[in-house]
């Protein structure tokens, strides 16, 4: 699946990127993956709501989109 990005959004993420906010989001973000438990040690280390699982792992990277539209709780049941 292709999408095109519009201008403006990419002018708004680089905005986002470069500004205080970016920073912000991109500490927290270190915080939280120092403190994942288990310990990440490759990368993608792949948790959906603060868990991670070798069956998240193995979905979400293969089937990213997939992962992400039948991990919701009314279609968790067909994920897998």
């Not at 270190?30 to 699982?53: A, C, E, M, Q």
Request: glycine content about 4%; hydrophobic content about 35%; aromatic content about 12%.
């Amino acid at each position: 699946m292709e999408s095109e990005v519009s201008a403006d959004t990419i002018e708004d993420i680089v905005t986002c990127w470069e500004g205080d906010e970016g920073m912000e989001l991109h500490h927290e973000n270190g915080i939280k993956t120092d403190n994942l438990v288990p310990k990440h040690s490759y990368v993608p280390w792949v948790t959906f709501n603060d868990v991670r699982t070798i069956e998240f792992s193995l979905q979400s990277t293969m089937h990213f989109e997939n992962f992400v539209i039948y991990s919701t709780p009314l279609n968790r049941r067909n994920l897998f």
